[in-house]
């Protein structure tokens, strides 16, 4: 079962899925944790990734049979990804450092890993309750959830998806992706705004009933793509497992031996994944935070303070150029002692003033686990190069800041803990960023950019990228963030 952490009690996971978000506004956690024993995890490591996914996600999925886990996942990860890598490998760059590659899917950012299953699990969802309208995927994306959502849900029957990106907050190649998008039940708008914008407009759809009913006389219902719905999150967490059990396969953990899992971080739902997975029983040593300018999260680690009233940067980092990061309240929810008028409190806080503050006991415990960090571009641009030039690995610009915050931690405290670095896109999304890295010529064609790169480094620019040159642009809608709702019916409209 599942529980919202504001309080309303008691969804199973299939409806937790179909919902997205709970009705009296929390997020979906699971009342409890099914722990892995140190046996089963080491269970894992003859297992291909579909094989290790199926494992996880039973454990986390309450009314799936086994037999539709087993059939989801190997959908998802068996032939369907990406066929010259495994869905989620872990690259050694020296004794105790390692990658945790997860940009091997059809849109090279880690999303793909939960929105290549969403789709599969999201109709037998509906199956399972009865549901037999259009079910319409809403998306918020800082540029990478949007495509892989688009990429996933894609002539899906009974499915229309729609995004909502801050209009100049994506990379070129993350907008190309998007307005390139085929399918006929896809939809891309960019918002005035930034991505809080996007996401706060979202949210209030969510909350609207009028605009529920409007749907629902159209035979459609919502439901949510972002990683707030626990559809997302599920997925998640079977990459630290699977990335334990690699290590283990190669020898290079000891069972048991604890592992820290550096996170770069936006919304706070891919290090979220890796809190569940420890509260499963995953050997975790510390999960380190890491945030590019927009600190919010680094600030709040170290103060108890989460506070949203301050400047919004756009960095070399887009993705986490996030000021509201959603899923810290499952976080806070576990902390609290799962107290939903706590959570309660903080949310209407945060919703009316921008800011709430939690008591020094409730830090202190987040402090045993968590090891926040910003990284400037300055920092990120040098991480990039030293990677290539000492590990002989190109990085992401959201890499790059977990890469930097992992460094430093390591020469303050001469920590030697085996560490594993997550790494969240292809370099390739990030040309212009990755170029600037290198002091190659400013080219204003993120497209030289790649060529240039893949020349340094001898790789081939990945052919997803080199093909959103000639694509045509099939979505141009534009919206202020107050006409979100709108500009979705008109859409809608127009679709029929
Ligand atoms: C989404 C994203 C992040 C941030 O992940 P959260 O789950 O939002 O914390 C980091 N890097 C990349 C490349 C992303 O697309």
Redo the contacts with the bound molecule.
């Keep these: 079962m599942l529980i919202s952490t504001r309080g309303t009690q008691g969804v199973t996971a299939s409806q937790a899925i179909l919902r997205g978000i709970a009705p009296d506004g929390g997020l979906y956690a699971p009342t409890a944790f099914t722990r892995f024993t140190l046996p089963e995890i080491e269970a894992l490591c003859p297992l291909s990734y579909a094989q290790r996914a199926a494992r996880v996600l039973s454990a986390l999925l309450d009314d799936f049979t086994p037999e539709e886990v087993a059939s989801v996942t190997e959908a998802a990860y068996g032939a369907s990804f990406s066929a010259d890598s495994a869905p989620a490998p872990v690259r050694t760059l020296n004794g105790n450092t390692h990658l945790l590659e997860l940009?091997h899917g059809p849109t090279l950012?880690?999303?793909d890993i939960a929105l290549q299953i969403l789709p599969h699990l999201l109709p037998l969802s509906a199956r399972k309750n009865g549901v037999d309208a259009e079910i319409v995927i809403l998306v918020a994306t800082?540029?990478?959830?949007g495509k892989a959502a688009l990429e996933g849900f894609c002539d899906v029957p009974g499915t229309r998806c729609a995004v909502f990106y801050p209009k100049d907050g994506v990379s070129r190649a993350q907008y190309l992706q998007m307005a390139t998008q085929a399918g006929h039940n896809t939809h891309v708008v960019a918002v005035e705004g930034n991505f809080d914008d996007a996401q706060t407009g979202v949210k209030r759809i969510f909350a609207n009933e009028d605009f529920a009913r409007t749907l629902k006389a159209r035979g459609q219902v919502l439901t949510s793509a972002n990683?707030i719905n626990y559809g997302r999150l599920a997925p998640?967490v079977v990459y630290y497992f699977s990335a334990y059990a690699d290590l283990l396969q190669r020898g290079k953990l000891r069972p048991g031996e604890p592992v820290h899992f550096v996170?770069?971080?936006?919304?706070?739902?891919?290090?979220?994944a890796a809190l569940y997975a420890r509260e499963m029983g995953l050997p975790v040593g510390k999960l380190f935070c890491a945030s590019n300018a927009n600190r919010v999260l680094a600030d709040f680690i170290r103060t108890g303070r989460y506070d949203v009233n301050r400047a919004f940067y756009k960095t070399d980092?887009p993705?986490?150029d996030?000021l509201i990061?959603s899923?810290l309240e499952r976080y806070l929810f576990e902390l609290s002692g799962r107290d939903p008028a706590q959570v309660r409190a903080w949310m209407a806080s945060l919703a009316r003033e921008g800011r709430y503050a939690v008591p020094s006991a409730l830090l202190a415990r987040l402090n045993e686990t968590i090891v926040g960090g910003w990284v400037c571009d300055d920092e990120g641009q040098s991480a990039i190069r030293h990677a290539l030039h000492e590990a002989n690995v190109l990085i992401?610009p959201?890499?790059a800041v977990a890469w930097s915050l992992l460094t430093r931690h390591r020469k303050a405290t001469g920590d030697k803990t085996p560490a594993v670095i997550v790494s969240?896109?292809s370099p390739y999304?990030f040309g212009h960023a990755v170029a600037r890295a290198f002091q190659l010529p400013e080219q204003d064609d993120d497209f030289a950019c790649c060529r240039t790169i893949a020349r340094l480094t001898g790789q081939a620019v990945p052919e997803r990228i080199t093909a959103l040159e000639t694509l045509p642009i099939r979505h141009s809608a534009a919206c202020a963030p107050d006409a979100m709702e709108k500009t979705l019916l008109e859409l809608f409209q127009s679709a029929r």
Excluded at 263 to 272: A, E, R, S
């Design positions: 940009f950012a880690f999303k800082s540029g990478d959830t990683s998640q996170v770069p971080t936006g919304n706070f739902g891919n290090i979220l980092s993705s986490m996030i990061s899923n992401d959201h890499t969240t896109a999304k």
